[in-house]
C-alpha cells in the first residue's frame, strides 16, 4: 500500500511541476508584452532623437489608453493631427494587436450633406514597437481618405512627412514620455 500512495504522490507532484512551468512561461509571456499606453511625442530619424523643434517637443502626437474587457488588452487612442482634416481625435473602436504586435486605429468623419456640407474623412493610423528603442514606437501608417461628392482623394500622411522631416525607414519614431522642455 506505501509503494501505491508513494507513486500517487509522485504524480501528483509531477503535474504540480507542469502546472508552474506551465505558469512561469506563461508569466514571462505577458511580461514581454509591449505597454503601448501612454503619451507619445515625435522623434527624428533612425536613432530617434529629440526633435530641434520646441514646438514638436511639446506637443504629443498620439496617446494610447488601454482597457482590459474578458482579459483581452484592447487599445484606443488620440491623435490630435485628426482635427486638422475635421476629424474627430479620438479612434472609432478599441483594437487588440496583431500578432506582430500592431495596432491599426481607424479616425472617421462621415460626410454631411447640405450646402455647407463636409467631405467624408477616414485617417488610418498604424504604430508597432521599436525593437531598438525602449519606449518607442514606429508610426508605420498614417493615411488619409476623402469622400466629397463622390470623389475620392487618397493622402500619405507619412509619405507628406518625410518630404519636410528626418523620419526612420520603418516609419516615424515616437518617443513615450511627456513634453521636454
Not at 502546472?19 to 514581454?32: D, H, K
Not at 473602436?93 to 450646402?115: I, W
Request: aromatic fraction near 8%; include cysteine; proline fraction near 4%.
Amino acid at each position: 500500500m506505501a509503494n501505491w500512495n508513494h507513486g500517487v504522490s509522485s504524480v501528483k507532484q509531477w503535474k504540480l511541476a507542469l502546472v508552474a512551468a506551465a505558469s512561469v512561461s506563461l508569466t514571462g509571456c505577458f511580461e514581454s508584452e509591449y505597454e503601448f499606453e501612454g503619451k507619445y511625442f515625435p522623434a527624428e530619424g533612425e536613432e530617434c532623437t529629440t526633435p530641434s523643434n520646441p514646438r514638436d517637443q511639446e506637443r504629443y502626437l498620439l496617446e494610447i489608453t488601454k482597457q482590459v474587457h474578458n482579459g483581452n488588452a484592447l487599445y484606443a487612442a488620440k491623435f490630435p493631427p485628426a482635427s486638422m482634416a475635421g476629424v474627430p481625435i479620438a479612434s472609432v473602436q478599441n483594437v487588440s494587436p496583431t500578432d506582430e504586435n500592431e495596432l491599426r486605429f481607424n479616425f472617421t468623419k462621415a460626410e454631411e450633406s447640405g450646402m455647407f456640407g463636409g467631405s467624408a474623412v477616414d485617417i488610418v493610423v498604424s504604430v508597432i514597437p521599436n525593437q531598438s528603442k525602449e519606449g518607442h514606437l514606429w508610426l508605420t501608417k498614417a493615411e488619409s481618405t476623402t469622400v466629397r461628392r463622390g470623389k475620392v482623394k487618397e493622402v500619405d500622411l507619412l509619405e507628406n512627412l518625410r518630404q519636410s522631416v528626418d523620419i526612420g525607414i520603418k516609419g516615424a519614431c515616437l518617443r513615450k514620455g511627456t513634453a521636454q522642455r
